[in-house]
């Protein structure tokens, strides 16, 4: 089927105000993943979702960042009190089982703090 | 930590011409390696995944993988414009969990 979505593709927002963005994984992926990506920057690793088990978040930069996901479906990426900081492009990724599968990645979030 | 170093570059090669890119990692457990493509302001995309010792071809690219000295390579023959991006090499140490990116190298290919 289609690839990997996210939407917005693009959010400018103030300093302070709480984002969210959301991530449409290939069907049939159980595993999520999504990453940070400053501007001339590699990629950050944020959360990682597979299957029912327990997401890892040891990548979270701050308690400002929570990510859920519903089942093998739908993740959303939550950014509390946005700082300009966090101004980056957000990547969403699956594959098919775990982490040595290939990753597919969506088009990116690109968010913009003022 | 667990790192994954490259060199940012910028990398510059004339067209046709060999381009080699190198990675090292820090965990010597580290059990699958990849290398993605990413042209400017759009996603990377899978070029070449590795998971044992030696080298696997996949028309102009090889990826090379040597575990008992920490090092993955690619390699792109003949060279073309259109290869112009840059190029992130990943690592997993173990099932279970996220891949560990490097900071990417930049490829520019002269015509």
């Known amino acids: 089927g289609a690839g990997v979505s996210q939407s917005p593709s693009n959010k400018v927002t103030e300093k302070g105000k709480d984002v969210e963005l959301r991530c449409d994984p290939i069907s049939g992926h159980t595993a999520l993943y999504w990453y940070r990506q400053r501007l001339g920057q590699g990629l950050e690793f944020l959360i990682y979702?597979?299957?029912?088990?327990?997401?890892?978040k040891s990548g979270l930069p701050s308690d400002r960042f929570s990510a859920e996901r519903t089942g093998e479906s739908v993740s959303t990426l939550t950014i509390q009190r946005t700082q300009q900081e966090d101004s980056a492009v957000y990547l969403c990724?699956?594959?098919?089982?775990?982490?040595?599968?290939?990753?597919?990645f969506g088009p990116g979030t690109r968010l913009t703090v003022l | 930590q667990k790192e994954v170093e490259q060199n940012s570059g910028p990398l510059s090669v004339p067209e046709g011409a060999i381009a080699s890119l190198n990675c090292t990692y820090s965990d010597r457990v580290s059990q699958s390696f990849f290398w993605y493509r990413q042209y400017s302001g759009k996603s990377p995309e899978l070029i070449m995944s590795i998971y044992s010792n030696g080298d696997k071809e996949d028309g102009r690219f090889t990826a090379q993988l040597n575990k008992a000295s920490q090092y993955v390579s690619l390699l792109i023959r003949d060279s073309q414009p259109s290869d112009s991006a840059t190029y992130l090499c990943a690592v997993n140490v173990q099932a279970g969990t996220a891949l560990i990116f490097g900071k990417g190298t930049t490829l520019s290919v002269s015509s």
């Open positions: 979702f597979q299957g029912n088990s327990a997401p890892d």
């Open positions: 990724a699956s594959s098919v089982g775990g982490a040595t599968d290939t990753q597919y």
